[in-house]
């Protein structure tokens, strides 16, 4: 049984070792040439992503009650026609808790082994599956094969490595002996790790893959089976990746039910009965904070995981030129119109410019340059770059924070011609300007593409407000322009003060919100932004416990 | 600053190897002979204690309101008369608050060091703290000077040593090097281990030191600042290692703040408004199930890490001789009046008796056997085993179960003279015979020493029982006899698929209800009897978070 852990030690062990240096490391490509893959993949996956359109998607889960499937292609607007089964949440459940016993007791190796083949099974699906990401969520091509691929793939093999390495330093079994005032007394002791139940994990409709492999994998490492519930206008990538799981679990011997799909509607959403149900143990999700706050305090049965959404900042303050500074920005603003959990929405530069290498840049200058770069680049790479939108109001609730009394409009939102999909829904970045006063518009997550540059009276008050709103609200990434050095340095300070990771110049470093696996800790778990860090100790370590038996050797066998 | 850390190293090194090979090792001295201890160490500790007495307990701690003390020793049943500063719980939060940050920035291995400092500052003070421990939890001096002395000193450095393990394996800091389609670019990643707030530390009456001095030390040597709030009858021992943690720090250049006393009485209890102060961002909990439960649901803003109380089982299926048995389980009963949460309360045993080597013995036969070794045991070793009690309604509680008409009386609960205390308050040992249909007289911890003979159809019934009491009621030990190898094998199993720990044949391993530091894992967390283990990796990683800072080095720094 341990035979694929065999097989794949050798990745495994570089994991480990990457986790413990955490410089750059990943054994996935991120690109899609011809180069690091074979002739025919892309065409192979994208026909094997076009072979679901329009047809019953087969999983052969228990509890199936009829068949639901609502996902429409951002890019064509058109539905995709898939039908996946829609299967009783206490059907999907039951049979997860009936597959944990044995699945517990094949022993760490067998499922580390098995949980790596399963990488192995997702990354020889990663062409199909970034079709799949592109047509639910709206991803460019390139993002959905290197983010929601190779990225996702590298955060799932971290998750392993940890659980791997949490496990690791419980022994099989120890023999113990003293003397309590007699002679020696020998007790052989065993220790049994136990995964703690049934785990769900929750699946965002932007990014399916980001959070959810580490969730996945963390928790089949541990042990602990998996129901996964995707976001019914993002099926299709998870359904894939939890099809090629199950098929895999059952050439090695297990039960598919250690993995399971729990489809619903947007009408009918099934998230609660899931997450509440008695037997599941540990939820994983990803979403909004409101929902995320409600499952913390929701589900005192089962460990809650969340990563949720902050108020990204970036504070400017220097640069040593102003076209790098304006294309990171640009880029991050406008890369999947900035649905993602690490975009800056809020800019906060001093109200009388900043320093750009021996001259002063004021904040029209900024502004308008980052408006020019945006413009730009819409113009020159809109479908590589913004890809598309699956929320029909997400250009509306842009619009209408451009008509805020207190706004002032630099860029308004729009969209761009996608010469391939005609029908695309696309958003451009907005880019507004208000005071720090003004807290109540930009304080809190406005999920696309929307920037608020935002003036205060100086570099430290800039500085001030970007900590104070991700100590209060949270933050997933946040920014800093600087080269002041001994500034910098108290900025930075400041920043993990507040609990929240920052990036320092990023100008190379493109786009500007990439978390690199094995080397980035994505998520405090310490601010209003989420619970959960992908991946440390605690990520993994709270998903198991371990029950020990020990049993005195008879005197007679202990000649001592 | 480090100093400290280099001193201990090659203890914290032992314990961290100890724990991860899990045979038996300490370094403190479970015996308080003076071939273990220097000429006059226990004189000079027992004179520390009395020192005390009748006096104010100076601790110099910011908000004192007041004054109180109400502890009683169980031994003379005379007030202590030592006087506690009450302080405000916000007072004591805030100043822990205040702490914090230099705390945090002095780095693992000086608060690892301080820890260790910390650890033999409470080494040097184990006799003053028995004689504490014994006058205020009636614990008898041997036991308060191995249990409550080396045994917990020992969960501390455990405690310690996994903290230790945990930050160790995240790096200071890292080169990111990688391209992002264009020259390499280079990123200096630093890592900051960040607390996550204000600890509450709540430890019990009977036992204060055992889970009280690991969760003090992880708290600590994570970067959480802590306050204790010790059982109003047991605060004298609590308080003396708090006043020797002050000094510590204090001598090592850091705030005393970083450990307080909160005393509270049992009139007007403080519990709550520490656990459920909004700075407070962890409890630690020893105690009632009912009062564990409600922290788990009612303190949202804190990690909460609770030890309560389960339903202890021993099933009897087997022996080859029954007086090593009936030793073994009469002391286990008798042991400082059976208030230790590895206690056994309920021998499941079959109806129609099991074998005893080559003989068949019923029932009957072991019910009288136990009874006559606890008559014997406490006749000759009542001062030196039983000890005393606190709580004045035990005998009360154990006569009123002894009256409800499903039972049946083999030994009525009484009282033992102690020849140098004769106004101590002893209980002995109560054992009752019920049907296993009487689930509810013995399906709940009945604090204190009362044994259930419990009468089953047979060994598979009995172990039924057992596992089931302890799946739905929680089990913080369990305890199995048998020689038939094959059936205990299963047995066993039945225990783990519980989530029970077991403990089985134990002979030797004298008293059975203790449990090893670095060995044994202690509460799985797994079932209602509480919901952290003593000492596991979850138990030390949930205590921290990793905010981080990468910068971007300029190329011109950066000529690959």
Redesign the interface.
Known sequence: MSELFEQWRGRLESAVRA??????WSPFSESASRRHHPDGARAAGQAAFEACLGQRFELSQPGECDRVGEEVSPFTQQPLGVSYPRCSPDALVQAARAAL?AWRDAGVQARVGCCMEILGAWEAQVFANAFATMHTAGQTFRMAFAGSGANSLDRGLEAVAMAW??MS???VS?????S????E?V?D?R??L?P?GVAVVISCGSYPAWNAWPAVLANLATGNPVVVKPHPRTVLPVALAVRAAREVLVASGHSPDLISLAVDTLAEPGTVALAQHPAVRIVDFTGSPAFGAWL??SC?QAQVFTETAGCNAVVLESA?ALPPVGIALAQGLSIFSAQMCTAAQNIFVPRDGIRVGEARVSLDEIVAHVVSRVDGMVAAHGPDLCGAVQDPHMAGRLAALGDEPRVTVARPSGTYAHPTWPQARTVTPAVLRVDADARDLYAREHFGPVAFFIACEDRDHALACATRDAREHGAIASYLYSVDVAW?EQA?DA???A????????????PIN?A?AY???HV???DPAGTA?LT???FV??RF????????R??SENPS
Chains 1, 2 share one sequence.
């Not at 986790?19 to 750059?24: A, K, V």
């Not at 416990?545 to 005195?552: D, R, S, Y």
């Open positions: 986790t413990e240096e955490r410089g750059y016993p390495k949490a330093t419980v022994p120890s023999v113990f002996r003293r309590f005032g007699g002679p007394v007790l002791k220790y049994r136990v703690r913390q305090s005192p040593l910098r930075v920043f993990l003060d609990g929240a990771s920052v990036g320092c110049n990023l100008l190379g470093q493109l990439y690199a080397s980035d800790f405090t778990g310490l860090c440390d100790l605690a370590a709270r416990g371990v029950v020990q038996a020990k049993v005195e008879p005197r």
